[in-house]
């Protein structure tokens, strides 16, 4: 299959490198100096002991790559809108958008959802220009449960983690979800078919929406975070916000707070990808963790009080370092 992989960061490489060396055709969307590596020495990734070297088709023009059976949008969230609209020449009919991004996405509600209509979400597409260039339609939801890191430009190492998890964004099953399913079970991905992926979205937010933005604030890694008495308390208040919402919109989680940070502890004291991004200089994805929750509560009228301290706080720390927009 023709595959295009937008963006060529941690996750872009773990799945990109790992589709062309299964012989399918992966082009890859990237600028600067990655590309320039990625063309001079091949896409590498670091996995199971060895190092994994595809040549792609590399570029930074959308048109150069020309259309795709399947994209994958491998970026980061503040990046999507202006990435969005250029992207018209890599989407035919029947491409497939696949987005393995973090956080609510842009199409979560478009369909509807529990007690909400059919709704766009301004936080984290304020002009609908990213749903009007990535056709609802054509979207197969994704939850990426895996880790890796780029040790430098187009050489990525992946830590822990071979998890995908795919859906129809309506609910339900269909047979190009069983062709995509199919796709990264083929390349050694435990590709997981799930008939209800924005409960899949939403509990996986549901377990870092507050360890990211908190560990971004304070520097902490989880242990340190779970071990304050305090900040696992006002954690639990805004896992409970969550849940609330949650339940609201389809997507109820029946698990206790404290059981799901108690998994999260099992994982021993770790830097959080969000803190990662600060201590790297690199934008971070308040939107799609906090904003795009609170808006959904504003819709439904539910107060957030401890949602909203977050919010506020991470905001305002992104804006004082130049990490979100002021």
């Known amino acids: 299959m023709r595959v295009g992989m937008i963006g060529a960061g941690a996750i872009g490489g773990w799945i990109g490198v790992r589709l062309a060396q299964r012989g399918h055709d992966v082009s890859v969307l990237a600028r600067g100096e990655t590309l320039a590596a990625i063309r001079a020495h091949g896409w590498r990734l670091d996995i199971a002991g060895e190092t994994l070297t595809a040549q792609v088709a590399a570029s930074d023009d959308p048109a150069a790559l020309g259309a795709q059976d399947v994209i994958v949008i491998a970026l980061k969230g503040p990046a999507l809108a202006a990435v969005a609209p250029r992207l018209a020449p890599m989407i035919a009919r029947e491409t497939l958008i696949v987005p393995a991004m973090n956080g609510v996405p842009w199409w979560f509600l478009l369909g509807g959802g529990g007690e909400l209509p059919a709704t766009a979400l301004a936080s984290i597409d304020a002009d609908g220009g990213t749903a009007a260039a990535l056709g609802y339609d054509q979207v197969i939801g994704s939850v990426v449960h895996a880790s890796a890191v780029a040790i430098g430009p187009g050489h990525i190492a992946h830590k822990a983690g ?17 062709r995509l399913c199919a796709l990264f079970a083929e390349a050694g991905f435990v590709a997981e078919r799930s008939e209800r992926i924005r409960y899949e979205i939403w509990y ?70 969000m803190l990662q991004d600060v201590e790297a200089g690199r934008p971070i994805e308040i939107d799609q963790l906090l904003s795009a929750p609170r808006e959904i509560a504003a819709k439904l009228g539910v107060e957030t009080p401890a949602l909203d301290a977050l919010t506020g706080l991470t905001r305002l720390f992104g804006k004082e370092r130049g990490l979100y927009p002021a």
Do not use: H, Y
């Open 204 to 273: 996986k937010l549901w377990g870092n929406m507050t360890m990211n933005p908190i560990s971004a604030i304070t520097g902490a890694t989880t242990d340190r975070m779970l071990d304050d008495p305090l900040v696992a308390g006002f954690t639990l208040r805004v896992m409970a916000e969550a849940q609330a919402i949650g339940a609201r919109i389809g997507c109820p989680i029946a698990e206790r707070g404290v059981d799901r940070m108690a998994v999260t502890r099992q994982l021993g004291g770790f830097k959080t990808s």
């Open 162 to 178: 071979n998890r995908l998890i795919l859906g129809e964004p309506a609910g339900g099953g269909s047979a190009r979800l069983d």
